[in-house]
């Protein structure tokens, strides 16, 4: 059973956003520096909103850590929301002056977004207690808690990054790129386009975008280089690694497909070139290319894993869409709410938090251990035997 679990919790305007960590080994030293570059990289894009200009992330560590280390107990996050100060009247999690509250209440519900739904989920007529928690401020306890999964992996050395493979129409015919493409994207461009040839254009797409009162979606690629073969597992449906990676990336806001490996290039064609031919080269296994993602059976196979995230246009637009209000039932322009035009590189750093998070939950799975000295020993005891199998097979 995985037993790696994160839990967040907080609203976009509330006080903070809480993130807790279980499960985690002891004995991990933690890189705070590391930890501070991932929150940055979250709030980085072109296209971004206001509200970037606003929080300065950081995430706070409240509890399972002692002098840099990891306990082995729940670890546990605080991100500090600055624009909260403006939001007390509103957000205060203790009870207000009540025409203090009715000041932002929202009863425009938009399309594409969690606001109807959840209101007729939870029967709440100020369709503000939703957006708050469907918001995608939510997802910077997310990479808050993916930094620690991946100092983790890195003792292991597995590294992880991402890049933009399209934004709206533009490179939405690029390949499925490979670990070296993502090694030259540039983490300062505006946009952090794998192909940089494309940045221009795509910058000018966004401009158009936001002079329209519209926004952009597209494609975002994730690659974990050096991944132990072995993760995941075919004997049921809920361990088969695919399946969970997919879940975890399509829980990023806005998702609405993932990709693992080619498959959609696959899909169109034979299975001789769907498939990728297996070799023994050096006394390791080899393949000279990698169609599956590194993922065969729900089971890591030691190529990258390779997953690509479909992001929809964010569904707050400042031109609005129809909708019905919610006090008159009448037809009206859905109501703006502060917003990005896209934030398609954000949502890179969150998908690789994701594959992060579910990968560490593999490992811990696998090779066990309550500290970070026990699950090396016995990772490196592992990669022995495979090694030597098909002769190490019983012993």
Do not use: C
């Amino acid at each position: 059973m995985p037993r790696l679990n994160l839990t967040t919790g907080g609203e976009s305007h509330g006080p903070g956003l809480t993130a807790i960590l279980t499960g985690f080994p002891a004995g991990l030293r933690l890189d705070p520096e590391f930890i501070r570059t991932e929150m940055r990289r979250r709030q980085h894009g072109y296209g971004r909103g206001q509200r970037m200009k606003i929080e300065v992330d950081d995430a706070q560590i409240r509890g399972g850590v002692r002098n840099g280390e990891t306990l082995g107990s729940p670890i546990v996050l605080w991100v500090v929301n600055r624009d909260y100060k403006n939001w007390e009247p509103m957000m205060s999690p203790v009870e207000t002056v009540p025409h203090r509250a009715e000041q932002r209440r929202v009863h425009t519900p938009r399309p594409g977004h969690a606001d109807l739904a959840g209101g007729l989920k939870y029967g709440r007529h100020d369709l503000r207690d939703i957006l708050e928690r469907a918001s995608a401020r939510e997802s910077a306890a997310r990479v808050a808690a993916g930094a620690f999964a991946k100092l983790l992996l890195a003792q292991l050395g597995v590294e992880i990054k991402s890049g933009v493979r399209s934004l709206g129409p533009i490179g939405v015919d690029s390949p499925v790129p490979d670990w070296a493409q993502l090694q030259t994207v540039d983490e300062e461009s505006p946009l952090r386009a794998i192909n940089p040839s494309l940045e221009a254009e795509m910058v000018a797409l966004v401009d158009r975008a936001k002079e329209e009162g519209d926004t952009l979606g597209g494609a975002v690629t994730v690659i974990a280089h050096n991944v132990p073969p072995g993760l995941g597992s075919h004997v049921q449906w809920n361990e088969k690694l695919d399946g969970r990676l997919a879940r975890a990336v399509m829980s990023v806001p806005a998702v609405k497909a993932v990709e693992i490996g080619a498959a959609l290039s696959a899909a169109a064609g034979f299975g001789s070139a769907a498939h990728d031919p297996i070799e023994r080269k050096d006394g390791e296994w080899h393949r000279p290319s990698n169609h599956a993602g590194g993922l065969e059976g729900g089971i890591t196979n030691g190529a990258d894993v390779v997953i690509t995230a479909y992001k929809k246009p964010i569904s707050t637009l400042r031109k609005g869409m129809p909708t019905v209000d919610l006090d008159t039932m009448e037809p009206v322009t859905s109501r703006y709410e502060r917003s990005d035009v896209t934030a398609l590189p954000a949502a890179g750093v969150i998908a690789e938090s994701m594959v992060a998070l579910v990968l560490a939950d593999a490992v811990l799975e696998k090779f066990g251990g309550d500290s970070m000295a026990q699950l090396l020993a016995h990772f490196a005891a592992s990669m022995a035997q495979q090694r030597d199998w098909p002769a190490s097979a019983g012993k």
